[in-house]
């Protein structure tokens, strides 16, 4: 069984500190990250340090997505393949690791980054994730 390894996130710093209450911000990874012709796909995620309070919230999720030449428009699917959540309740340092099988062809990779109820609150991660992406 024959695999590859792709770093899809290197060690990088997000302070969303400056969120309001209960606000998310996106970052997307990756748009259509090439996933064929594998069938398994292992994405984990390294957690080096946090600063979250409770009601925060840093999420990893990969969508099955496959763009079309002839349109521009995302054709994603409507629910996650792949989910990693880190909490006020994650010690660092943490890895976590989520497997799919039957991948989809291409996989959309983003962070949602969410603030609790009180504003200024801080949330900072620093991050740092791969996929592994193996043949059945």
Known sequence: MSGVIVPILRMTDYNFSFLTGNLS????????????PFYYGTLELRV????LTAGQSIVLSGWGTNPSREDPTE???AT????????????APYLARRTQSDISTFLKVQLVFTQGTATGTALFARLSAD???REA
């Open 25 to 36: 911000r996106t970052v997307r990874i990756h748009s259509a990250l090439a996933c064929a």
């Open 48 to 51: 080096h340090d946090h600063n």
């Open 75 to 77: 054709f994603t699917e």
């Open 80 to 91: 996650t393949t792949l989910s990693i959540t880190v909490t006020s309740a994650t010690a």
């Open 131 to 133: 996929l592994t992406l």
